[in-house]
């Protein structure tokens, strides 16, 4: 069972997985820090991502890759509309109220989904979909690779964007503490947007770096949305770091527990954890005391 | 004592419902609206009372449902002690969970994420062991018996429902009166305020959870017999979970009526766009999520505070 042979190439698949794990996570991790809501529509945005990049190469036959330059602005647009014009004013002063709404949201959106598009399973097919690199003896697929490289550099890119800009900044500065900044002259309700526009927006890189090697139907951000919640919790509520790297480890946990307890058991490891942090350690594992 | 005599009104009303409507279709949808406002209520005790919301309290059913199928298919237990039984599990697993959960201190989102864990660690779980039929169900052997709690008339199945749910309706309007439920108010409004002034929120809470996880379990109970399959989809998936919140905050939380309200108004929305639009896959739940937004952007009380003054409508309690 523990043959290297066999673990080591389970290990490399459950990194390059858990990158892309890493990537939702953190535009789940981001809303939280800034707006303190769990967004429970994240999957069902992905979903939404991952049909246009579907939609842009069937209609358009524009490759997933090439779809960088459009879905990521789309779904940021997107995400800053539901915030202003939807969820921010959904509160009435109960965080339960907007944990509702984004439930209430991804319900439409999937179900919407369903009617529309019918749940039947859709690929996207490229030339290089199939073809393999090296890593040290262990081959993995090309797209999983870029995919790898890609949700590094969108994670470095965020955080570059987070402490340089002016921008990043102020979100920060209202995720610490919103009173003192709407006193110094931040328009939160637009930060707050913003926020939300840049988590969604990142989705749409997820969508555009999964697609060559995975599938999409509407029930498609089940499977990832409870795997980002178990990052954002594992990696810490709000923490980038944290969501990098609790992304690796889930991805290795579900690639190793599959090779060992078979792929429906293995899914058991990332709830275990789950329930285990949140038990034990809710700040997470580089996170604050919420 | 008014309330009461409303509530015991409403439900001998009910009660002749299988004797006027002679129709199977909409004896179903009768069935179907009860069942709701069962599992509403169920919810309402916990998420509109206790102010815990949780997010997967489809978990309670399905071990309910599960535990009367799986001790009647592999033990030979009759379903009528598997009731006792289903609603023990129930209560059981819900302690059990908010034991865990309520010692950590997790509240509001993150105990939305963990109920929502556990019905999925237990669709997991019943997807991988044989004696829950893996994923390809359970099925409960035919024998329209009222000693199997079977029954050939449709209208019997009616009766049992509405007798669960009356029982659990009755016990929000003990609650409604009682120390118990005054202290499940004290802590949805002021956990820290509610622990300052001597009440134990721990112990309030795993009432609540107690309270509510036996009428899942029940109505968990009432599902297998009536359908005679369970799968684990349909046991811990998210179908159940959102109606038991839907139907609460669609009639307003905390309050005795609202459940009941809620079913009436959601299953006629649904009857109505399923005539209108016909069956199509996920329409009725595109329908139940448009309901959720619209009802939290501009009626977050619910439709319960349409019929009480504003004044009084924080309490609820206005017997």
Same mark, same amino acid.
């Given at each position: 069972m523990l043959n290297p042979t066999i673990l080591w190439p389970a290990i490399l698949n459950g990194v390059t997985t858990g990158a892309l794990y890493a990537l939702i996570a953190l535009g789940l991790t981001l809303i939280y820090g800034v707006?303190?809501?769990? !967004? #429970? %529509?994240h999957g069902a945005l992905l979903m939404v991502a991952l049909y246009i990049v579907y939609f842009l190469f069937r209609l358009?036959? $524009? %490759?997933p890759y090439l779809s960088l330059a459009i879905v990521p602005p789309v779904m940021f647009a997107l995400g800053y509309a539901l915030q202003r014009g939807v969820i921010g004013r959904a509160g009435h002063g109960r965080d339960e109220n907007i944990l509702l709404v984004t439930l209430g949201l991804s319900i439409v959106i999937e179900n919407l989904a369903l009617m529309l598009f019918s749940s039947d399973t859709q690929t996207v097919e490229t030339a290089y979909g199939f073809s393999t690199v090296s890593v040290l003896g262990a081959f993995i697929p090309v797209p999983k690779a870029v995919a790898f490289v890609g949700a590094v550099v969108t994670a470095l890119a965020l955080w570059a964007f987070m402490s340089r800009t002016d921008l990043g900044r102020a979100i920060r500065a209202v995720a610490k503490e919103r009173k003192g900044a709407r006193l110094v002259g931040i328009d939160v309700d637009h930060v707050y947007a913003m926020s939300f526009g840049i988590g969604v927006g990142v989705l749409g890189i997820a969508a555009c770096l999964l697609m060559p090697s995975y599938y999409v139907t509407p029930q498609v951000g089940h499977g990832f949305i409870l795997i980002a919640f178990t990052i954002v919790v594992l990696g810490g509520m709000g923490s980038f770091l944290g969501a990098l790297i609790g992304g690796i480890v889930i991805g290795v946990v579900e690639a190793v527990g599959g090779l060992m307890l078979g792929e429906s058991l293995g899914q058991i490891g990332i709830f275990a954890i789950f329930i285990l942090i949140l038990l034990f350690?809710?700040?997470? $594992?580089l996170g604050h005391r919420a | 004592m008014k309330r009461l005599f409303l509530l015991l009104a409403l439900f001998a009303a009910m009660a002749l419902v299988p004797l006027v409507v002679r129709s199977e279709f909409w004896l179903n949808v009768c069935i179907l609206t009860v069942f709701s406002a069962l599992i509403g209520q169920a919810w309402n005790i916990l998420g509109?009372?206790? @102010?815990q919301f949780s997010f997967g309290h489809a978990l309670f059913f399905g071990v309910g449902a599960y535990a009367v199928a799986v001790l009647q298919v592999h $033990?030979?237990? !009759?379903p009528w002690i598997g009731l006792i039984l289903g609603a023990a599990f129930g209560a059981g697993v819900a302690v059990a969970v908010g034991w865990l959960t309520f010692r950590y201190g997790l509240r509001g989102s993150y105990f939305a994420l963990v109920t929502l864990a556990f019905a999925e660690v237990f669709r997991i779980l019943a997807n991988s062991t044989?004696?829950? @039929?893996?994923?390809?169900g359970i099925m409960i052997k035919l024998s329209p018996r009222p000693s199997m709690m079977?029954?050939?008339?449709?209208g019997h199945y009616y009766w049992l429902l509405l007798a669960m749910t009356l029982a659990c309706y009755l016990t929000v309007w003990w609650l409604d009166r009682s120390r118990l439920g005054a202290r499940m108010l004290a802590v949805r409004d002021n956990e820290d305020a509610a622990a300052a002034i001597g009440v134990d929120a721990f112990a309030v809470k795993l009432q609540a959870m107690a309270l509510s996880g036996l009428f899942m379990g029940l109505a968990g109970v009432f599902y297998a017999q009536r359908y005679l399959y369970l799968d684990p989809g349909i046991a811990f998936g998210p179908t159940e979970s959102v109606e038991a919140l839907l139907v609460a905050i669609v009639g307003g939380i905390?309050?005795?009526?609202g459940p009941l309200m809620g079913a009436v108004v959601l299953h006629a929305l649904s009857e109505g766009a399923q005539v209108a639009? @016909?069956? $199509?896959?996920g329409a009725n739940m595109v329908i139940y999520g448009t309901v959720l937004v619209l009802m939290v952007l #501009?009626?977050?009380? @619910?439709?319960a505070s349409l019929t009480r003054p504003r004044s009084r409508r924080k309490g609820g309690r206005d017997a």
């Open positions: 707006l303190h809501i769990i !967004n #429970f %529509a358009f036959g $524009l %490759a350690r809710p700040q997470g $594992l | 509109g009372y206790a @102010g $033990l030979g237990v !009759n044989p004696w829950t @039929g893996a994923g390809e079977q029954f050939k008339d449709l905390g309050t005795l009526f639009l @016909g069956s $199509l896959p #501009f009626m977050p009380r @619910g439709l």
